[in-house]
C-alpha cells in the first residue's frame, strides 16, 4: 500500500482555469509536502502543512486531517504553471517523507 | 544562501566502474536526504541523516551502494560497482529539523553504459 496517493496523474487545462490536485495520505502521517518539478527536472518547495490552509500568490494548499486528504489548487492557471507537481507525506515519528507519483499538469495557452 | 549544491550536475560512465555524487546541504540544516527517482518508480528515499549520523538505510537498494557524511557541509553517495539499472536522477535534499520543509538539489543525472 503507497503511504501517499495522488489524483490525477494527468491534468490538462485552458489558460485561466482553476485548477485541482488531490493527495491522500496514511494514519501517521503528520505534515504534507507540495513540491513542484519544473520541465527542466528542478524541484522546488511549495508548501508544507499540517493543519489549515496555506496561500502563496495564485496557488493554495488545504488540508483535512480527519478525512487524511490534502489539495492543492491553481487558481488562474497560466502556462507556466506545467509541470509535475507532487505531494508527500512525513511521519510524525520519522524524518523522511513518502512521495505520490506525482501530477502532470500541462496549461494550454 | 546558494541552496543544496550537487555535483556533477551530469555523469556518464562505463557499467562496473565506480560512480561518487556530492552534495553540499543548506548551512546550519542538519538533516540530509538522498533521493533516486526514476521514470518507473518515481521518487524514492534511499537514506537520510540526522545530524551526520546516517538514520535509515532501508531504501538503499543493495552493497553496491554506501553514503556518507563526513561532516555537516557534505555529503557522498557511491555506487560501487556501477549498473545500467542504476540510471536515474539523484536528489540530495537537506531540512533544518525543527522546519520540516526539504529544500532540494539540482539533482545529479546518472548514465551507466
Known amino acids: 500500500k503507497n503511504e501517499v496517493e495522488q489524483s490525477p496523474q494527468n491534468l490538462t487545462a485552458q489558460e485561466g482555469e482553476f485548477i485541482t490536485i488531490n493527495c491522500s495520505y496514511s494514519?501517521?502521517?503528520?505534515?504534507l509536502h507540495w513540491l513542484q518539478q519544473h520541465p527542466g527536472g528542478g524541484i522546488v518547495s511549495l508548501f508544507m502543512l499540517s493543519s489549515g490552509k496555506k496561500k502563496h500568490g495564485r496557488l493554495i494548499a488545504t488540508i483535512n486531517i480527519q478525512e487524511k486528504h490534502s489539495s492543492l489548487h491553481i487558481t488562474a492557471s497560466h502556462p507556466r504553471d506545467s509541470a509535475v507537481y507532487i505531494c508527500?507525506?512525513?511521519?510524525?515519528?520519522?524524518?523522511?517523507?513518502?512521495f505520490g507519483t506525482g501530477t502532470s499538469l500541462t496549461v494550454i495557452p | 544562501d546558494a541552496g543544496v549544491i550537487q555535483s556533477p550536475r551530469h555523469e556518464v560512465t562505463e557499467m562496473g566502474q565506480e560512480v561518487t555524487l556530492r552534495c553540499k546541504p543548506i548551512?546550519?540544516?542538519?538533516?540530509l536526504f538522498w533521493y533516486r527517482q526514476t521514470m518507473m518508480r518515481g521518487l524514492e528515499l534511499l537514506i537520510y541523516?540526522?545530524?551526520?549520523?546516517?538514520?535509515?538505510d532501508s531504501g538503499m537498494p543493495e552493497d553496491r551502494f554506501s553514503a556518507k557524511m563526513p561532516n555537516a557541509s557534505f555529503s557522498t553517495l557511491k555506487i560501487q560497482p556501477s549498473e545500467p539499472r542504476d540510471s536515474a536522477v539523484y536528489f540530495c535534499?537537506?531540512?533544518?529539523?525543527?522546519?520540516?520543509?526539504?529544500?532540494f538539489g539540482q539533482g545529479t543525472r546518472l548514465t551507466v553504459v
Open positions: 494514519v501517521g502521517i503528520s505534515a
Open positions: 535534499a537537506s531540512s533544518l529539523e525543527t522546519i520540516t520543509e526539504a529544500f
Open positions: 548551512s546550519g540544516h542538519n538533516s
Open positions: 541523516f540526522n545530524n551526520n549520523v546516517p538514520i535509515d
Open positions: 508527500a507525506g512525513r511521519y510524525s515519528t520519522g524524518n523522511q517523507f513518502y
